[in-house]
């Protein structure tokens, strides 16, 4: 599994790709909304995106409680956990 420094970077990678954000203006402790200007599109598309690549549904329940990079680094490394475990 990968460690927390490889999905921020995967994911501010991701980030900076979909939102034509300057990666370095993506940092783990960035809000999406108030730093990154994300809203409520933009979270459709990252959710999206980070189901293809764990090949995991996520409920948008899940993700309402994301306020911060780094709650996506989390819960993408949740995602990837359980997946590890069922295939186990």
Not at 2 to 12: D, H, S, T
């Amino acid at each position: 599994m990968k460690n927390q420094e490889a999905l921020f970077l995967e994911v501010r990678n991701s980030m900076a790709e979909l939102f034509e954000l300057n990666p370095e203006d993506i940092k783990p402790e960035s809000r999406l909304i108030e730093d990154l200007d994300l809203d409520s599109i933009d979270a459709v598309d990252m959710i999206v995106s980070l189901q293809k690549k764990t090949g995991r549904r996520i409920k948008p329940e899940e993700f309402q409680a994301v306020k911060t990079v780094q709650d996506v680094v989390d819960v993408l490394e949740r995602l990837m956990a359980e997946q590890q475990k069922e295939q186990k």
